[in-house]
Protein backbone atom coordinates (compact mmCIF):
# COMPACT_ATOMS: atom_id res chain seq x y z
CA UNK A 1 0.00 0.00 0.00
CA UNK A 2 1.12 3.25 -1.10
CA UNK A 3 2.22 5.70 2.03
CA UNK A 4 -0.45 8.49 2.33
CA UNK A 5 1.17 11.99 1.09
CA UNK A 6 0.02 13.89 4.54
CA UNK A 7 0.92 17.44 2.94
CA UNK A 8 -1.22 16.19 0.02
CA UNK A 9 -4.06 16.10 2.45
CA UNK A 10 -3.27 18.98 4.54
CA UNK A 11 -3.20 20.63 1.28
CA UNK A 12 -6.62 19.78 -0.35
CA UNK A 13 -8.22 20.35 3.16
CA UNK A 14 -7.18 23.58 3.35
CA UNK A 15 -8.32 24.23 -0.68
CA UNK A 16 -11.70 22.94 0.53
CA UNK A 17 -11.96 25.62 3.60
CA UNK A 18 -10.75 28.30 1.56
CA UNK A 19 -13.73 27.42 -1.00
CA UNK A 20 -16.15 26.76 1.56
CA UNK A 21 -16.00 29.22 4.14
CA UNK A 22 -17.36 26.64 6.62
CA UNK A 23 -18.93 27.80 10.02
CA UNK A 24 -17.34 27.04 13.10
CA UNK A 25 -18.87 27.66 16.27
CA UNK A 26 -16.88 28.04 19.08
CA UNK A 27 -17.49 28.31 22.91
CA UNK A 28 -14.71 29.29 24.15
CA UNK A 29 -12.76 31.16 26.89
CA UNK A 30 -12.25 34.83 26.72
CA UNK A 31 -8.30 35.00 27.26
CA UNK A 32 -8.01 33.95 23.69
CA UNK A 33 -11.32 34.53 21.73
CA UNK A 34 -10.00 37.51 19.65
CA UNK A 35 -6.97 35.14 18.78
CA UNK A 36 -8.94 31.95 17.84
CA UNK A 37 -11.73 34.00 15.97
CA UNK A 38 -8.88 35.60 13.96
CA UNK A 39 -6.79 32.34 13.55
CA UNK A 40 -10.31 30.97 11.93
CA UNK A 41 -10.80 33.65 9.36
CA UNK A 42 -7.36 33.49 8.19
CA UNK A 43 -7.04 30.13 7.31
CA UNK A 44 -10.14 30.69 5.49
CA UNK A 45 -13.28 29.66 7.55
CA UNK A 46 -15.54 31.67 9.44
CA UNK A 47 -15.78 32.26 13.07
CA UNK A 48 -18.70 32.76 15.79
CA UNK A 49 -18.25 33.15 19.18
CA UNK A 50 -21.73 32.43 21.10
CA UNK A 51 -21.98 30.78 24.28
CA UNK A 52 -25.23 31.91 25.68
CA UNK A 53 -27.73 29.03 26.73
CA UNK A 54 -30.33 31.25 24.55
CA UNK A 55 -28.76 30.60 21.56
CA UNK A 56 -26.34 27.80 21.30
CA UNK A 57 -28.67 24.80 19.89
CA UNK A 58 -29.56 27.53 17.34
CA UNK A 59 -26.18 28.66 16.46
CA UNK A 60 -24.57 25.35 16.00
CA UNK A 61 -27.81 24.03 13.72
CA UNK A 62 -25.66 26.26 10.86
CA UNK A 63 -22.15 25.41 11.83
CA UNK A 64 -19.36 22.91 10.17
CA UNK A 65 -17.91 22.37 13.43
CA UNK A 66 -18.33 23.25 16.99
CA UNK A 67 -15.49 24.10 19.21
CA UNK A 68 -15.53 23.67 23.13
CA UNK A 69 -12.58 24.86 24.82
CA UNK A 70 -12.74 24.71 29.00
CA UNK A 71 -10.22 27.58 29.52
CA UNK A 72 -12.20 30.18 31.10
CA UNK A 73 -14.87 28.34 32.79
CA UNK A 74 -18.34 29.33 34.78
CA UNK A 75 -21.19 26.90 35.41
CA UNK A 76 -23.52 28.63 32.44
CA UNK A 77 -20.95 27.93 30.40
CA UNK A 78 -20.42 24.38 31.02
CA UNK A 79 -24.36 24.10 30.29
CA UNK A 80 -23.78 25.74 27.08
CA UNK A 81 -21.41 23.49 26.03
CA UNK A 82 -23.36 20.76 26.91
CA UNK A 83 -26.55 22.17 25.25
CA UNK A 84 -24.45 23.19 22.38
CA UNK A 85 -23.18 19.02 22.19
CA UNK A 86 -26.23 17.81 22.19
CA UNK A 87 -27.77 19.13 19.20
CA UNK A 88 -24.39 19.29 17.38
CA UNK A 89 -24.48 15.19 17.79
CA UNK A 90 -28.19 15.30 16.37
CA UNK A 91 -27.16 17.86 13.38
CA UNK A 92 -24.42 15.24 12.82
CA UNK A 93 -21.89 18.35 13.70
CA UNK A 94 -18.62 17.27 14.46
CA UNK A 95 -17.56 18.31 17.94
CA UNK A 96 -13.89 19.49 18.92
CA UNK A 97 -12.54 19.33 22.87
CA UNK A 98 -9.96 21.31 24.04
CA UNK A 99 -10.42 20.32 27.35
CA UNK A 100 -7.79 23.38 29.09
CA UNK A 101 -6.17 22.72 32.23
CA UNK A 102 -8.22 19.56 32.78
CA UNK A 103 -6.79 17.81 35.96
CA UNK A 104 -5.71 21.17 37.59
CA UNK A 105 -8.65 21.40 39.76
CA UNK A 106 -12.07 19.68 40.11
CA UNK A 107 -14.40 21.88 38.17
CA UNK A 108 -12.51 21.96 34.99
CA UNK A 109 -11.81 17.80 35.75
CA UNK A 110 -15.50 17.19 36.33
CA UNK A 111 -16.56 19.49 33.25
CA UNK A 112 -14.34 17.34 30.86
CA UNK A 113 -15.92 14.23 32.13
CA UNK A 114 -19.41 15.77 31.80
CA UNK A 115 -19.03 16.59 28.37
CA UNK A 116 -17.01 13.38 27.23
CA UNK A 117 -20.29 11.06 29.17
CA UNK A 118 -23.06 13.60 27.50
CA UNK A 119 -21.80 14.54 24.06
CA UNK A 120 -19.81 12.94 21.20
CA UNK A 121 -16.12 14.11 20.81
CA UNK A 122 -14.51 13.86 17.22
CA UNK A 123 -11.35 14.96 18.05
CA UNK A 124 -9.52 15.97 21.69
CA UNK A 125 -6.97 18.50 21.40
CA UNK A 126 -4.95 19.14 24.25
CA UNK A 127 -1.31 19.22 25.88
CA UNK A 128 0.56 16.01 27.18
CA UNK A 129 -0.15 16.76 30.45
CA UNK A 130 -4.28 17.06 29.90
CA UNK A 131 -4.67 14.15 27.55
CA UNK A 132 -2.53 11.86 30.07
CA UNK A 133 -4.91 13.49 32.74
CA UNK A 134 -8.04 12.12 30.91
CA UNK A 135 -6.34 9.05 30.13
CA UNK A 136 -5.34 8.23 33.12
CA UNK A 137 -1.82 8.41 33.47
CA UNK A 138 1.25 10.22 35.13
CA UNK A 139 1.15 14.27 34.51
CA UNK A 140 2.08 17.16 36.22
CA UNK A 141 0.07 20.64 35.43
CA UNK A 142 0.33 23.81 36.82
CA UNK A 143 -2.45 26.10 36.18
CA UNK A 144 -2.71 25.55 32.46
CA UNK A 145 0.77 24.82 31.67
CA UNK A 146 1.95 21.04 30.95
CA UNK A 147 5.42 20.87 33.18
CA UNK A 148 5.74 17.12 32.65
CA UNK A 149 4.18 13.69 31.09
CA UNK A 150 5.81 10.66 30.35
CA UNK A 151 3.53 9.16 26.94
CA UNK A 152 1.86 11.59 25.18
CA UNK A 153 1.78 9.36 22.50
CA UNK A 154 -0.11 6.50 24.78
CA UNK A 155 -1.92 9.28 26.55
CA UNK A 156 -3.27 10.23 22.36
CA UNK A 157 -3.77 6.71 21.74
CA UNK A 158 -6.07 5.96 24.87
CA UNK A 159 -8.58 9.10 24.94
CA UNK A 160 -9.16 8.12 20.83
CA UNK A 161 -10.15 4.63 22.07
CA UNK A 162 -12.21 6.24 25.14
CA UNK A 163 -14.15 8.80 22.52
CA UNK A 164 -14.15 6.64 19.65
CA UNK A 165 -12.79 9.63 17.70
CA UNK A 166 -9.12 11.30 17.46
CA UNK A 167 -7.14 12.88 19.95
CA UNK A 168 -4.00 14.96 19.71
CA UNK A 169 -1.29 15.46 22.32
CA UNK A 170 0.50 18.44 21.36
CA UNK A 171 4.54 19.62 21.79
CA UNK A 172 7.67 19.93 20.30
CA UNK A 173 6.05 16.67 18.08
CA UNK A 174 2.52 16.51 17.79
CA UNK A 175 1.55 13.08 18.38
CA UNK A 176 -2.26 12.29 16.91
CA UNK A 177 -4.11 9.00 16.97
CA UNK A 178 -7.29 7.27 16.20
CA UNK A 179 -8.05 3.36 17.20
CA UNK A 180 -5.91 2.24 14.36
CA UNK A 181 -3.55 4.67 13.40
CA UNK A 182 -0.86 7.17 15.17
CA UNK A 183 0.47 9.88 13.52
CA UNK A 184 4.13 12.23 14.64
CA UNK A 185 3.82 15.66 13.28
CA UNK A 186 7.26 17.03 13.52
CA UNK A 187 6.24 20.63 12.19
CA UNK A 188 6.34 23.64 14.67
CA UNK A 189 8.33 26.10 16.18
CA UNK A 190 9.73 26.80 20.04
CA UNK A 191 8.17 30.45 19.73
CA UNK A 192 4.48 28.61 19.76
CA UNK A 193 4.72 27.78 23.12
CA UNK A 194 5.94 31.27 24.25
CA UNK A 195 2.72 33.10 23.28
CA UNK A 196 -0.48 32.81 25.06
CA UNK A 197 -3.33 30.90 22.97
CA UNK A 198 -1.49 29.08 20.35
CA UNK A 199 -2.74 25.21 21.97
CA UNK A 200 -6.69 26.99 21.45
CA UNK A 201 -5.82 28.44 18.13
CA UNK A 202 -4.36 24.66 17.16
CA UNK A 203 -8.16 23.94 18.57
CA UNK A 204 -10.13 26.18 16.24
CA UNK A 205 -8.12 25.09 13.15
CA UNK A 206 -9.03 21.46 14.29
CA UNK A 207 -12.52 22.51 14.13
CA UNK A 208 -11.85 24.33 10.45
CA UNK A 209 -10.35 21.00 9.08
CA UNK A 210 -12.64 18.89 10.65
CA UNK A 211 -15.73 20.84 9.13
CA UNK A 212 -14.20 19.85 5.48
CA UNK A 213 -12.44 16.78 5.83
CA UNK A 214 -14.78 13.31 6.86
CA UNK A 215 -11.91 11.40 8.96
CA UNK A 216 -11.35 13.19 12.23
CA UNK A 217 -7.70 11.27 12.69
CA UNK A 218 -7.17 13.02 9.10
CA UNK A 219 -8.66 16.58 10.20
CA UNK A 220 -6.56 17.22 13.09
CA UNK A 221 -3.12 15.54 11.68
CA UNK A 222 -3.96 18.31 8.62
CA UNK A 223 -4.63 21.04 11.25
CA UNK A 224 -1.62 20.49 13.08
CA UNK A 225 0.75 19.89 10.04
CA UNK A 226 -0.64 23.49 8.51
CA UNK A 227 -0.48 25.45 12.09
CA UNK A 228 2.85 23.87 12.80
CA UNK A 229 4.31 25.33 9.12
CA UNK A 230 2.50 28.35 10.08
CA UNK A 231 4.46 28.64 12.97
CA UNK A 232 7.71 27.85 11.13
CA UNK A 233 7.07 30.41 8.90
CA UNK A 234 5.99 33.50 11.46
CA UNK A 235 9.59 32.58 13.48
CA UNK A 236 12.03 33.17 10.39
CA UNK A 237 10.13 37.12 10.23
CA UNK A 238 10.11 37.35 13.79
CA UNK A 239 12.20 39.02 16.27
CA UNK A 240 10.97 37.46 19.37
CA UNK A 241 6.90 36.61 20.83
CA UNK A 242 5.80 40.16 20.42
CA UNK A 243 6.36 39.98 16.70
CA UNK A 244 5.82 36.32 16.47
CA UNK A 245 2.06 36.51 17.35
CA UNK A 246 1.55 39.14 14.54
CA UNK A 247 3.36 37.32 11.79
CA UNK A 248 2.01 33.65 12.73
CA UNK A 249 -1.48 35.45 11.72
CA UNK A 250 0.19 36.24 8.68
CA UNK A 251 1.50 32.97 8.03
CA UNK A 252 -1.80 31.37 8.43
CA UNK A 253 -3.41 33.63 6.20
CA UNK A 254 -0.51 33.31 3.40
CA UNK A 255 -0.75 29.53 3.68
CA UNK A 256 -0.46 27.34 0.49
CA UNK A 257 -0.98 24.08 -1.49
CA UNK A 258 2.63 24.10 -2.35
CA UNK A 259 4.15 25.31 0.54
CA UNK A 260 2.22 22.57 2.78
CA UNK A 261 3.20 19.97 0.05
CA UNK A 262 6.74 21.72 0.46
CA UNK A 263 6.97 21.52 4.26
CA UNK A 264 4.88 19.22 5.87
CA UNK A 265 6.84 16.60 7.72
CA UNK A 266 4.30 14.28 9.28
CA UNK A 267 4.43 10.09 9.40
CA UNK A 268 1.53 7.76 9.93
CA UNK A 269 2.06 4.13 11.79
CA UNK A 270 -0.91 1.84 12.46
CA UNK A 271 -1.25 0.45 16.26
CA UNK A 272 -2.44 -2.28 18.16
CA UNK A 273 -4.13 -1.32 21.79
CA UNK A 274 -5.09 -4.26 24.01
Given at each position: ????D?GA????AL?E??????????????V???????V?L??G?S????????????????AG????????L????I?????????????G???V???????A??????A??AILAA??????R?N?????A???L????????S?????P??????V????????????V??????G??????????????????????A?A???????V???????A??????FG??????A??S????T???????????????V??????A??T????A
Amino acid sequence: MRELDLGAVTADALAEIRDRHPLIHQITNYVVMNDTANVTLHIGASPVMAHAIGEVREMVRHAGALVLNIGTLEPAWIEAMLAAGSEANERGVPVVLDPVGVGATTLRTDAVEAILAAVRVDVVRGNAAELSAIAGLAAEIRGVDSISADAPDVAARIVARRTGGAAVASGVIDHVADGTRAARVENGHPLMGAITGSGCMATALVGAFRAVQADPFLAATAAMIAFGIAGEIAAERSAGPGTFRQQLMDAVYGLDGDVIRARARATITPVTLA
